[in-house]
């Protein structure tokens, strides 16, 4: 309790002086915790444009500051803190792991606004933010259903959470729907970001006879491992990773989180933060979609873009029934389209994936 | 020409001055990294280790020191005793791992129960979760004379997986919408290892480091075993002379370090960390045994040598985020100084002359 008062209070005092600095110079100051380096090409690298497009935005009237590679736990809590010590007005963590620590920081300094990516804890100065990636799954399920000649596809996962099992499911019912042969096969990295394991990965899957490999992981291992294996397909992973198109890379789910990022510190200039919870996809432009490469077939390609454009404008969603879960039972009537409440706390396949969950 | 020559005997005094040579080494050829990235090496420095001891907001970075620096002193003490004996856990991330995930799994098997009883048995388990995983090494070694160092470094990988399994499904917070991770600690009074003054940084486990530092130096100084040990590392030969019974002392020293690496663990789940998750550990089992070979495998040299690791670490996160230094320079900086030490460490037993060589 004292601790917590000793940093209110020096908060308070650094308010007052950070809000007499503001006045004088109007500058806001906005602080980014990330979890891998910014040089990832994928996760972290994304949020780190998100960062460079506040700055872009505001120019002078802004002043951002990162710490990467932060490990979740204690030390996100120390890096917060002292964001928050050093004058930080907004500070985004980029991490689901960041999730406790931010509530612990965000309880200590009521002044200043908190935005946790991917959580389900809010406060009245923390708000959660994510982007419905399994949109863009859909779009890659149908292309990799397509363009697979072995209907085999490989998947990397990261860890078996709910975002995950869900890109999976999606992926799955849209290749399934364009190809009633395909297969997936799964294999569990239980890492985010290591560039070895994901080669590992990558190589096991194509192996095993896919030709067309999916990724959950943040590197451009699995892409350089395709390369070397020529005719397989995949697809960059939260950045565009174009380097590797036309092949083996034909297209990718990129996050953009710069909208959303000018926006929220918009709203703290302005006085109108309050605490939200925000999921966005294709429409609102959180989830984008890199260029589909040559390497596609143009009607593949066209019939791609179709489900892009019914996704985005709200006319398709992705889990609408009929669907089934993997043990049989019902999971969505005809017509029915799976609430948000669902999606986020998905721990089930679809019917038709073999393999189990791990536990 | 300049050539190396030989000690007759080990230089005691260079011995402890590697340290120091190494930090200020790695002070000047750091300040040049950083002004070669462009920023002023004098403040980045002193962002590094000046601000978190002495700067505006010291009075939060101080008690972060010994959060920090509490596990990475505690593992390095058990470390030091094998390294001392020729005996190499390299795995104490494993340990630490399973201390966790033990002491972790007795306290929410209470929940949620109220007893002040819950925290000294999460203490035990922790400690025996960590010991246990020690033993499978130890006894492999004694057993069938494998070698500890490649069976006690696998075991981390497999406690890993381990703890993934737990984080994803047994101790899974039922309460948590299906997302991985263990219930909080800190929400559970009778779990929670909490400051003992709140402000202060000072939780169980830095007092159980510290009873650690004085507990290895009087084992060392006084005590039978310890002479066994550091007569074993220096001369195994004597050592067995002298009727030391090597395999008493591998169990010793694999199982005290084990044992060790578990209670941080268990200290850090119950305390700082919170709660089991995927990636709950952040490698303090193989920083500490950087810190270990700092403080020359002495008890007080290893509690300095964790204070100086662990300032590296929160001044490196402070001038991250106020000079904009990337990650992968700090990691620069704090790799400069095992190699700083090392380089240093071959004057203990060498000495540099210039001159001709004579001809015998």
């Not at chain 2, 919408?177 to 800190?186: A, E, I």
Request: proline share 5%; charged share 15%.
């Amino acid at each position: 309790m004292k601790l917590s008062t000793l940093l209110a209070s020096a908060a308070l005092a650094l308010g007052l002086a950070g809000g007499a600095y503001a006045d004088a110079h109007g500058k806001t100051k906005v602080g980014f915790v990330f979890v891998g380096p910014v040089g990832d090409g994928g996760w972290t690298y994304e949020h780190n444009q998100g960062r460079l497009a506040v700055e872009a935005e505001f120019g002078d009237k802004v002043e951002t500051v990162f710490v990467e590679s932060v490990a979740e736990g204690p030390d996100s809590e120390r890096v917060m803190t002292q964001m928050a010590l050093d004058g930080a007005d907004l500070i985004f963590t980029t991490s689901f792991g960041y999730m406790d620590p931010t509530i612990n920081v965000a309880a200590k300094f009521p002044d200043v606004k908190f935005e946790h990516a991917t959580g389900y804890k809010r406060a009245d100065n923390v708000s959660t933010y994510s982007a419905r990636f399994y949109e863009g799954r859909a779009i890659q399920g149908h292309i990799a259903g397509k363009m697979t000649k072995s209907n085999i596809i490989g998947y990397i996962g990261s860890f078996p959470i709910p975002e995950v099992i869900r890109g999976i499911n999606s992926a799955y019912i849209h290749a399934k729907k364009v190809n009633p042969d395909v297969e997936f096969k799964i294999v569990w990295a239980y890492t985010w970001f290591d560039p070895a394991k994901e080669a590992d990965a990558a190589k096991v899957l194509i192996e095993q006879g896919a030709d067309v490999v999916l990724q959950h992981t943040d590197s451009t291992a699995p892409q350089a491992a395709a390369q070397e294996a020529g005719n397989v397909i995949t697809f960059g992973q939260a950045s565009d990773m174009a380097q590797y198109a036309p092949m083996p890379r034909v297209s990718s789910i990129i996050d953009d989180w710069a909208p959303y990022y000018i926006a929220r510190t918009k709203a703290v200039m302005d006085g109108t933060w309050t605490s939200t919870d925000t999921w966005d996809g294709i429409g609102p432009g959180m989830v984008g979609i890199g260029e589909i490469s040559d390497a596609v077939p143009a009607d593949v390609k066209e019939e791609a873009l179709a489900l892009k454009a019914s996704i985005a404008d709200g006319s398709y969603h992705p889990f609408t029934g009929p669907l089934k879960k993997q043990d049989g039972s019902d999971f969505l009537a005809e017509g029915e389209t799976a609430d948000d409440g669902t999606l986020a706390g998905m721990n089930f396949y679809v019917e038709g994936i073999t393999g189990d969950i791990p536990n | 020409m300049i050539r190396l020559e030989k000690r007759p005997q080990a230089s005691q005094a260079f011995s402890w001055a590697a340290p120091l040579l190494a930090v200020i080494a790695t002070m000047f050829f750091g300040g040049l990294l950083f002004a070669v990235l462009g920023k002023d090496p004098i403040t980045s420095i002193m962002t590094i280790f000046w601000e978190p001891l002495f700067g505006d907001f010291a009075f939060y970075y101080r008690p972060q020191l010994l959060i920090k620096g509490a596990p990475l002193v505690l593992i390095a003490i058990g470390l030091s005793l094998g390294f001392k004996a020729g005996i190499w856990n390299i795995g104490a991330e494993g340990q630490y791992i399973m201390g966790a995930i033990f002491g972790a799994a007795t306290g929410l098997a209470f929940y949620p129960t109220e007893s002040f009883l819950i925290f000294p048995l999460m203490v035990l388990s922790g400690a025996l979760g960590g010991l246990l995983w020690a033993m499978i090494p130890a006894i492999l070694k004694v057993k069938f004379g494998t070698n500890e160092i490649l069976v006690s470094l696998m075991l981390v990988y497999v406690a890993e997986q381990f703890l993934a399994s737990m984080a994803l499904g047994l101790l899974k917070n039922p309460e948590g919408f299906g997302f991985p991770g263990s219930r909080n600690l800190q929400q559970y009074a009778s779990a929670h290892n909490a400051e003992l003054i709140a402000g202060s940084g000072m939780h169980w486990g830095v007092v159980a480091a510290l009873i650690a530092v004085i507990f290895a130096y009087v084992l060392l100084a006084r005590h039978q075993l310890g002479f066994a040990i550091r007569v074993t590392g220096e001369a195994p030969r004597a050592a067995k002379f002298s009727g030391v019974n090597p395999t008493r002392l591998v169990l010793f020293c694999m199982g005290m370090s084990g044992l060790l690496a578990g209670l941080a663990g268990m200290f850090e789940v119950a305390g700082p960390a919170g709660q089991i998750t995927i990636d709950f550990n952040v490698g303090y089992g193989f920083t500490a045994i950087i810190v270990a070979f700092l403080g020359r495998l002495h008890p007080i040299g290893i509690l300095l040598a964790g204070c100086l690791m662990a300032l590296t670490y929160i001044g490196g996160d402070i001038a991250q985020s106020q000079l904009g230094l990337p990650a992968a320079a700090i990691q620069v900086f704090q790799g400069m100084l095992l190699f700083y030490l090392l380089a240093f460490d071959l004057f203990t037993n060498y000495r540099l002359r210039v001159g001709r060589t004579e001809v015998a």
